[in-house]
């Protein structure tokens, strides 16, 4: 497909990095004034001695305070209201995976920006009217379901509004409907093949499956290339967090080189997470995000924990808007065992290059006496299994070695059978800390 005939919205999606800056400054002027009617805002301006209508550039914006997790939860949520609570017509909560949940608003325009942004990201991959596009993800208060939705039908694609789990009816909607297009957490799409084998059916014949937007979990590259290998598919990352919206922050382009933040709507700042000042580019640390767009609850400096770097250049797709690379993680979802930092994705991307390694894993943290131990218990495909067991020792060990040059450390490694980990049909549950407090 050329290149142009992929915008959305050809105008926001072919801004010079100049026009990115200028645009972003008016709209900064324009949200600290929205913040102003905000309880919590208005105080920290005031605390602060912050005069909105001073802050003159982006080196201004760091005399503003980050705005964190726990400052929404220990606010009540209201006081981020910027508008009348009558204009507000919809909220979402986080999935709560590290903590309270925290409650976002949205006024009616704030959930048609959104929908735009998700169309971007869907047309610029190739959705067009005629696709139909299967929402494999929690609806209600999780964003992922409802914020597709809407881009979805702004596209104009038969939406199937599926929702998570309930993999033998996915299936068969995806085959009764033709599916071509779906949105799945990615640790999802690979528990589903073993229902597909089941089924005696396979995801790259039996379906018309063309495209995948996996996200809302940390994932390796390989992860990525065996979804495509296993569906036959071209499998896009897709970023986002309750409190920017939700999914559509970052997506990537048909060049799957890093997400592209869509800066028209947020301001990006990528900072140490110890010393809080920002990083150069192309370095690692915290997004930082700030809402341009958001007019029930807008949010300035938001450390959203998620650990990236900003892909330094330009790329080939001609859009401007930075680009993210794959997110390692949360700050909070490294472990410390043996003196040793690791992060789950490390251990997930020796795995997912692993032959005879099936759909899932997960990393249990133990003590046994003073000594603390880390498992990794690896699902195997259902052959090896079976097989002869020579092969299966040959893979533990292979998997224990591949992981000792990559963490540093040795873990113990227990091969089970498909199916045994408990499945989760939402974020995977990938470490289990069964330490207690020491
Ligand atoms: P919770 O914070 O309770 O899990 P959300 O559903 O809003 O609630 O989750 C957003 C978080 O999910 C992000 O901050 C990030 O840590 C993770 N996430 C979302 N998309 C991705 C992605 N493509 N890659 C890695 N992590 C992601
Ligand atoms: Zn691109």
């Not at 401007?320 to 997930?348: A, C, T, W, Y």
């Given at each position: 497909?050329?290149?142009?005939?992929?915008?959305?919205?050809?105008?926001?999606?072919?801004?010079?990095?100049?026009?990115?800056?200028?645009?972003?400054l008016k709209k900064l002027r324009g949200i600290l004034e929205i913040c102003s009617h905000s309880p919590y805002y208005r105080r920290i301006f005031k605390e602060e001695k912050i005069?909105?209508?001073?802050?003159?550039?982006?080196?201004?914006?760091?005399?503003?305070?980050?705005?964190?997790?726990?400052?929404?939860?220990?606010?009540?949520?209201?006081?981020?209201?910027?508008?009348?609570?009558?204009?507000?017509?919809?909220?979402?909560?986080?999935?709560?995976?590290?903590?309270?949940?925290?409650?976002?608003?949205?006024?009616?325009?704030?959930?048609?920006?959104?929908?735009?942004?998700?169309?971007?990201?869907?047309?610029?991959?190739?959705?067009?009217?005629?696709?139909?596009?299967?929402?494999?993800?929690?609806?209600?208060?999780?964003?992922?379901?409802?914020?597709?939705?809407?881009?979805?039908?702004?596209?104009?694609?038969?939406?199937?509004?599926?929702?998570?789990?309930?993999?033998?009816?996915?299936?068969?909607?995806?085959?009764?409907?033709?599916?071509?297009?779906?949105?799945?957490?990615?640790?999802?799409?690979?528990?589903?093949?073993?229902?597909?084998?089941?089924?005696?059916?396979?995801?790259?014949?039996?379906?018309?499956?063309?495209?995948?937007?996996?996200?809302?979990?940390?994932?390796?590259?390989?992860?990525?290339?065996?979804?495509?290998?296993?569906?036959?598919?071209?499998?896009?990352?897709?970023?986002?967090?309750?409190?920017?919206?939700g999914p559509g922050v970052a997506f990537e382009c048909p060049h799957k080189q890093g997400m592209h933040l869509w800066e028209d709507h947020y301001?990006?700042?990528?900072?140490?997470?110890?010393?809080?000042?920002?990083?150069?580019?192309?370095?690692?640390?915290?997004?930082?995000?700030?809402?341009?767009?958001?007019?029930?609850?807008?949010?300035?400096?938001?450390?959203?924990?998620?650990?990236?770097?900003?892909?330094?250049?330009?790329?080939?797709?001609?859009?401007?808007?930075?680009?993210?690379?794959?997110?390692?993680?949360?700050?909070?979802?490294?472990?410390?065992?043996?003196?040793?930092?690791?992060?789950?994705?490390?251990?997930?991307?020796?795995?997912?290059?692993?032959?005879?390694?099936?759909?899932?894993?997960?990393?249990?943290?133990?003590?046994?006496?003073?000594?603390?131990?880390?498992?990794?218990?690896?699902?195997?495909?259902?052959?090896?299994?079976?097989?002869?067991?020579?092969?299966?020792?040959?893979?533990?060990?292979?998997?224990?070695?591949?992981?000792?040059?990559?963490?540093?450390?040795?873990?113990?490694?227990?091969?089970?059978?498909?199916?045994?980990?408990?499945?989760?049909?939402?974020?995977?549950?990938?470490?289990?800390?069964?330490?207690?407090?020491?």
């Amino acid at each position: 497909m050329a290149p142009e005939d992929n915008y959305w919205n050809r105008r926001m999606e072919t801004l010079s990095r100049e026009e990115i800056s200028s645009l972003q400054l008016k709209k900064l002027r324009g949200i600290l004034e929205i913040c102003s009617h905000s309880p919590y805002y208005r105080r920290i301006f005031k605390e602060e001695k912050i005069d909105p209508s001073r802050i003159e550039d982006f080196d201004d914006l760091r005399r503003i305070p980050f705005t964190d997790k726990n400052i929404l939860r220990e606010n009540p949520s209201t006081d981020f209201l910027a508008v009348p609570r009558e204009e507000i017509i919809r909220l979402h909560s986080t999935s709560g995976t590290t903590g309270q949940a925290i409650v976002i608003y949205y006024t009616r325009s704030d959930i048609q920006t959104w929908a735009e942004m998700i169309a971007r990201c869907m047309y610029m991959n190739g959705v067009r009217r005629g696709d139909v596009f299967q929402n494999m993800i929690g609806y209600g208060l999780f964003t992922g379901g409802l914020g597709f939705h809407y881009g979805a039908e702004l596209v104009g694609v038969l939406t199937i509004p599926s929702g998570a789990g309930n993999s033998r009816r996915q299936i068969q909607l995806m085959r009764e409907h033709g599916t071509t297009v779906a949105h799945v957490i990615p640790s999802y799409a690979l528990l589903l093949t073993e229902v597909f084998e089941e089924m005696g059916l396979d995801p790259r014949e039996d379906t018309n499956l063309r495209i995948l937007f996996i996200g809302a979990e940390p994932h390796s590259e390989d992860m990525r290339q065996r979804i495509e290998e296993i569906y036959g598919v071209d499998a896009y990352n897709s970023y986002g967090l309750t409190e920017m919206n939700g999914p559509g922050v970052a997506f990537e382009c048909p060049h799957k080189q890093g997400m592209h933040l869509w800066e028209d709507h947020y301001i990006l700042e990528v900072i140490d997470p110890q010393t809080l000042e920002r990083v150069p580019e192309g370095e690692e640390g915290e997004l930082v995000l700030t809402t341009l767009s958001r007019e029930g609850m807008p949010i300035l400096r938001y450390r959203t924990r998620d650990l990236a770097s900003v892909i330094p250049g330009e790329c080939p797709c001609g859009r401007k808007h930075r680009r993210i690379s794959r997110i390692k993680g949360r700050s909070d979802d490294m472990f410390i065992i043996k003196g040793v930092n690791v992060f789950p994705l490390q251990v997930e991307e020796v795995l997912m290059k692993t032959l005879g390694v099936g759909s899932n894993y997960q990393i249990h943290l133990e003590r046994v006496g003073v000594r603390e131990e880390m498992k990794v218990l690896v699902e195997v495909t259902g052959e090896l299994w079976h097989g002869n067991p020579s092969e299966l020792r040959a893979l533990q060990e292979r998997i224990r070695e591949n992981l000792r040059s990559a963490i540093l450390l040795t873990p113990l490694v227990e091969l089970v059978e498909a199916g045994s980990i408990t499945k989760s049909e939402g974020k995977a549950v990938r470490v289990v800390d069964k330490r207690g407090n020491f």
